[in-house]
């Protein structure tokens, strides 16, 4: 028999499990996260190491939800928790309930990882922004109904522009739930018939009092708004995710007033100065047309008019005179060309040879009659004289042969 008692596995997993979450109370972990992932359930499964030894750690969806960024393997960090014992395989792993980055600060971390993700999408290009109304019909603020941003605004854009209509979309701009209602009101304004831009935004505050204006749920509902939005959070330093995604970005909620809406005085000036311009310009035409009027007036043509019409009178009978003189002088050449051309045609006729002494004689089928070859005795000829035509029978050919 041995001589140590003897005990279950499941007794001596619970007695580990005891040993190891009462010996060591909740404590912060100085390491470094590798191995780090995120099941579909929001649970978060990571690696906590030093130089010299590692162990498994976890942070359960109610703990992660409250760390505002995402994990990453390498990044040193300061994990805040206690040591947990599975029972079901007697493993040991670290419970973390708070997760800090070390070298840089939570919400600086969050608020870089996220403007990274979102930059990544596009989500800050120039090309995606849209241009404010110059004359908004209804402008909605979103923001708290009773901070001095919300008064601010509503003061500068009155003094601007009286007629402007503006509707406030009350919600909280610090604290839980505030990036929940903000995201809300931005879809909401969708209904509210005639709104032509949005303002949302806050006062000045700490990084803290600033966040819901970083979040992720607040910069796509923007991002997702159809109407041009302008962001006005905090001061002048203040830069928030939700100014980067927005159409335009006020860098205080008193200029964002005097972004949407013109100044009616500066608008008066300058359609007075607009209708100077214009009385101007009109004046100046007017005076060049009245001195190409002058102008044409002084020319000899209007100043006797009839002078052109005698003018043109005379160069028209002149025309006509040169007219029929090469009317005349070209008939008289083509006539005698004419002429000419008649008497070379009346020398080559042969009625002209005839009317010297001399005859043709053609056969019966009209052929001349050039030598006694081929004419029979009896055939009929015809012999052609100056004065008519002679028809004679061949009696007798005689057929004289040169020497």
Request: hydrophobic residues 40%.
């Amino acid at each position: 028999m041995s001589e140590f008692p003897v005990v279950s596995v499941s007794d001596l997993v619970n007695a580990f499990k005891e040993v190891v979450e009462t010996a060591l109370p909740p404590c912060t972990v100085e390491g470094e996260i590798s191995n780090c992932r995120r099941s579909p359930a929001g649970h978060w499964y990571l690696t906590l190491k030093d130089e010299q030894s590692e162990i498994g750690a976890v942070i359960w969806r109610s703990a992660a939800q409250k760390i505002r960024f995402d994990p990453k393997d390498g990044m040193k960090c300061l994990a805040t928790g206690s040591l947990q014992v599975y029972v079901a395989k007697g493993t040991c792993q670290f419970v973390i309930s708070h997760l800090m980055p070390q070298g840089i600060g939570e919400l600086e971390l969050a608020f870089r990882q996220l403007r990274d993700k979102l930059f990544a999408e596009g989500l800050f290009d120039e090309s995606r922004k849209r241009a404010i109304p110059q004359i908004p019909r209804r402008i909605a603020l979103v923001t708290s109904p009773s901070s001095a941003a919300v008064r601010d605004i509503i003061q500068v854009i009155t003094r601007r522009w009286p007629p402007a209509q503006i509707v406030v979309v009350p919600v909280r701009v610090q604290g839980d739930g505030a990036a929940e209602e903000i995201a809300k009101a931005l879809k909401l304004v969708h209904r509210i018939p005639d709104v032509d831009v949005v303002i949302t935004g806050r006062g000045g505050g700490s990084l803290e009092d600033l966040w819901c204006f970083n979040t992720e749920i607040v910069a796509r509902a923007v991002a997702a708004c159809r109407i041009p939005v302008i962001a006005a959070v905090g001061h002048e330093i203040d830069v928030s995710i939700a100014d980067l995604v927005a159409d335009r970005r006020a860098l205080t909620p008193s200029e964002a007033g005097e972004l949407v809406v013109p100044s009616a005085r500066d608008l008066h000036d300058s359609l007075i100065h607009t209708a100077h311009r214009m009385r101007q310009t009109l004046r100046d035409r007017l005076d060049r047309a009245r001195l190409r009027l002058s102008t044409i007036e002084a020319r000899s043509v209007l100043q006797r008019p009839m002078s052109l019409v005698d003018q043109k009178r005379l160069d028209c009978e002149a025309l006509s005179e040169r007219a029929v003189t090469a009317v005349r002088l070209m008939t008289e050449r083509r006539g005698r060309d004419l002429a000419e051309f008649a008497a070379s045609l009346q020398a080559l006729s042969p009625l002209r040879v005839l009317s010297r002494g001399y005859s043709l004689t053609q056969r019966s089928d009209g052929a001349l009659l050039r030598s006694t070859e081929g004419v029979e005795p009896g055939e009929i000829l015809t012999t052609r004289l100056a004065s008519g035509l002679v028809r004679s029978a061949v009696t007798a050919i005689e057929i004289e042969r040169s020497h």
